[in-house]
């Protein structure tokens, strides 16, 4: 359910907290159109199940994922940011499908096996990437977005443990993963993002082996369209 956000009290004087929701209280214009992950991922058919999206922000994906009526979990530490999402999930009818969840990430975890689909398009860190793993269904889809340590060349001032290293995150994708795909985006004044859909395997099934292109192409991603880049 969407409503009014009441701020734990441990997150009143959050670093993160305070820094988003600055951000978003001047005169942000949220556009809330849905991540191409969640529109590829979506298209693809992730199994019967809600969805998880981790450092949401006012998030059109959460919007696309519930429009489709699959119930939805949305999760930041910046109550602007949910009050922004639950607002918009209100005047489309959608409040009843979309759960709001005030949370500091690198300490919430979420149910494990419960996820038809995880998605994380804006935030790196290690054990929330291990967490949101261990929260896809079997069957079901991860799609996840973060700055590379390229991007620091246009963004100097970005932290080093917010970067993916090399190979990452699909090279930290747990056994029972399969990688649909895992691509670069070029961006020269946001800097360079890493985009990975992967797939947690059915009980039974067998990795297929890694192409020279960085892809291993199951049943899930073969003769799937790539994603758009985001404008």
Known sequence: MCSDQQTPAELAGHPGRLQWNARYERGFAASFVPHPLAVWALAIGPPDGPVLDLACGPSGSALLAAEAGRPVTAVDVSDVAL???????????????ITLIQADLLTWRPPRGKYSLVLCTGY????VFAAGTAAVAAGGLLGWE?????A??????????????????????????????????????????????ATRMQAGAEARPRTA??????????????????S
């Open 152 to 197: 620091r060349q246009a963004r100097p001032g970005l932290c080093p443990q917010w970067c993916l290293g090399a190979g990452e995150p699909a090279a930290l994708l747990p056994a029972g993963f399969e990688l649909i795909s895992q691509d670069d985006v070029t961006d020269g004044e946001r800097g360079t993002r890493r985009r990975m859909l």
């Open 213 to 230: 292109g960085g892809d291993m192409r199951g049943a899930a991603g073969a003769g799937m369209p790539r994603p758009d880049p985001p």
């Open 124 to 127: 790196w860190d290690r054990a």
């Open 83 to 97: 009050g922004l999402l639950g607002a918009q999930a209100r005047s489309r009818g959608l409040s009843g499908l």
């Open 146 to 150: 973060a700055f590379t340590e390229a």
